[in-house]
């Protein structure tokens, strides 16, 4: 990266990360129609009217009332109603269907260090702790399944969608109304993106410590291991304008990876050219239906899960489990694959039991509740704030801020690090309206202002030792 692109946004002209190259309307299905058409660029799957068929949603809704009926007491080897996917090998396991310059952060019965712009710092906790939830027992966690185990799929997995998929009416009124993206009085709000790059801390076995590269990829270190999530060091992706921020760590600069994981297959998370750069023996943890896209491209490490399931990685301190877990999104890729892989987030549990939870993208809905129930102690989520505008489209797939925070209660998560926003403008809302609605919504909980990570784009954080 340039000293020009890693100095701070604030001071930029905006024709530097303006929306020339691609143009406010360049989401339109002329654009799109032979690539990705994903909510994340505001269009639609044409399969899928809004009036859904009787069959199509009540599969849905049958699915998503079963979860709720049976989700505490099924086993975590039991297979969603109407999946129909056969498992090759065997095994356990199966899912069903203030400000930014903060840099002491809370967690736990310890401290948390934090480095921002290079400066590091450590604070106390606080005895409070967020609400926790009134089950008596945690639900048992699937035994870890295989490395690269080969898999059968159903062919699509339409009936874990929450809600039924818009289509070309939605998209129609989109256009109409003039909501692809914020509006042009308020893109001077780029220049005052917080970017603050600084070196990613110091990591033993025992560190836990996540840096945010912008959007949804994060740069985990945990139990001894580097962790990639939604890895995207592109400048632009497929039928959005070019990234508002520069990445915040630099591609050569990483240390070298031990796993990537990907929530979905839509292009502003699973990015073929920053992948492209790995080692092809690089671990990628997939969501189920995806391993044959990375068998492709030459990846041999490749291991794809249902909800609930989990693999474990060895590290210095001890096996890192990684488990995937539902999330209220879709996927789609091409014009012919809607639904045909899952979506979801994923729980990263270190050694000493610490957690993340990873959301990935993901509306507001049931699965925060029980995704909390059954991992307990989360100590960070990553949560996505931003591509939430207008709510009538987005709602069921983009958490606004404001549900963001719900969902960290919902986990029983003690901190929440925004992501999702200040990277691509995937929506209508103002740059910067992500960043001041969900301080004021953390505000609002009486909640330490600490325990907010609203980081700058390659800003880090470290969890104290429990």
């Known amino acids: 990266m340039t000293e020009q692109t890693e100095r701070s946004l604030a001071g930029r002209p905006l024709d530097e990360t303006s929306l020339d190259e691609t143009s406010l309307d360049g989401t339109s299905l002329d654009d799109t129609s032979?690539?990705?058409?994903?909510?994340?660029?505001?269009?639609?799957?044409?399969?899928?009217?809004d009036e859904t068929s009787p069959a199509e949603t009540s599969g849905a809704e049958r699915g998503s009332h079963a979860d709720d009926r049976r989700v505490g007491d099924r086993h975590d080897g039991d297979r969603h109603r109407g999946s129909g996917s056969e498992r090759e090998g065997g095994g356990g396991g199966g899912g069903v269907a203030g400000g930014r310059n903060t840099v002491a952060e809370e967690v736990g019965g310890g401290a948390v260090a934090g480095t921002v712009g290079g400066r590091l710092a450590t604070a106390a906790l606080p005895e409070t702790a967020p609400p926790s939830h009134p089950l008596a027992e945690p639900h048992p966690l699937a035994e870890p399944r295989p490395l690269g185990?080969?898999?059968?799929?159903?062919?699509?997995f339409t009936d874990r969608l929450t809600a039924p998929l818009p289509g070309v009416r939605a998209l129609a009124r989109i256009a109409r109304e003039?909501?692809?993206?914020?509006?042009?009085?308020t893109l001077r709000q780029i220049q005052q993106l917080p970017f603050e790059p600084g070196p990613m801390p110091e990591a033993s076995p025992t560190t836990v410590a996540l840096t945010w590269a912008g959007h949804a990829s994060w740069v985990i270190r945990i139990g001894g291991l580097t962790v990639l999530t939604d890895p995207v060091w592109s400048r632009k992706i497929l039928g959005t304008p070019a990234r508002v921020t520069p990445v915040g760590v630099r591609w050569e600069d990483l240390p070298p990876v031990d796993a990537v994981v990907i929530s979905h297959n839509h292009y502003d998370h699973l990015d073929a050219p920053t992948l492209?750069?790995?080692?092809r023996d690089v671990p990628l943890l997939l969501p189920a239906g995806l391993a044959p896209w990375a068998r492709r491209r030459g990846f041999t490490q490749v291991t794809d899960l249902d909800w609930w399931e989990a693999v474990e990685l060895a590290g210095p301190a001890g096996p890192v489990r990684i488990d995937f877990v539902p999330a209220h999104h879709w996927s789609k890729r091409t014009l012919t694959d809607t639904c045909r892989s899952l979506w979801g987030g994923w729980v990263l549990t270190a050694p000493d039991g610490r957690r993340i939870h990873f959301a990935g993208d993901t509306g507001h809905g049931h699965w925060f509740e029980e995704i909390g129930r059954r991992y307990r102690d989360i100590d960070l989520a990553l949560l996505p704030i931003g591509a939430y505008d207008p709510r009538w489209m987005l709602r069921p797939v983009h958490t606004d801020p404001e549900e963001a925070v719900r969902a960290c209660q919902d986990l029983g998560a003690r901190c929440l690090a925004p992501m999702h926003w200040s990277t691509f403008l995937l929506s209508a809302e103002p740059?910067?309206?992500?960043?001041?609605?969900?301080?004021?919504?953390?505000?609002?909980?009486?909640?330490?202002?600490?325990?907010?990570?609203?980081?700058?784009?390659g800003a880090s954080r470290v969890l104290a030792e429990r």
Do not use: N, Y
Not at 178 to 185: D, F, N, S, T
């Open 178 to 185: 003039g909501k692809l993206r914020p509006a042009a009085e």
């Open 149 to 156: 185990e080969p898999r059968t799929w159903p062919r699509d």
């Open 34 to 49: 032979l690539e990705e058409t994903s909510l994340d660029e505001t269009s639609v799957d044409e399969t899928l009217l």
């Open 431 to 457: 740059p910067l309206e992500p960043l001041h609605r969900i301080r004021a919504a953390w505000a609002a909980t009486g909640r330490p202002r600490s325990d907010l990570w609203d980081l700058p784009v």
């Open 276 to 279: 492209k750069r790995l080692p």
